[in-house]
């Protein structure tokens, strides 16, 4: 089993920045791809950016060039800076963890966090 904990958000007005970071703790095999999504209220959820273990990046349309995801495999956490936040960036987001090995994907989920952008 895996086990996501989540650290970050909270509150900040248009323009400002917040980070978030989600430890990741368990069986963790060497491939693996760690990435964070997003839900606002009576919305789906959707893919902000995601990391290979090799460092591959890719984002969301909506938060290109204004978010950055990284991560540090010594310690298994994903890290999501986010800057110039805007109203529409509110939701609560989830650390996501994919494992590749032996057998079908193993998806974990954490309890994620609630970011709120005020105007």
């Known amino acids: 089993q895996v086990q996501l904990v989540e650290s970050g958000g909270g509150k900040v007005q248009t323009g400002g920045s917040l980070s978030l970071s989600c430890a990741a703790s368990?069986?963790?095999?060497?491939?693996?791809?760690m990435a964070w999504h997003r839900q606002a209220p009576g919305k789906q959820r959707e893919l902000v950016a995601v990391?290979?273990?090799?460092?591959?990046?890719n984002y969301g349309d909506r938060v290109k060039g204004r978010f950055t995801i990284s991560r540090d495999n010594a310690k298994n956490t994903v890290y999501l800076q986010m800057n110039s936040l805007k109203p529409e960036d509110t939701a609560v987001y989830y650390c996501?963890?994919?494992?590749?090995?032996?057998?079908?994907?193993?998806?974990?989920w954490g309890q994620g966090t609630q970011v709120t952008v005020s105007s």
């Open positions: 368990g069986r963790i095999s060497s491939i693996n791809v």
């Open positions: 990391i290979s273990s090799s460092g591959n990046t």
């Open positions: 996501n963890v994919v494992l590749y090995g032996m057998g079908a994907p193993q998806d974990y």
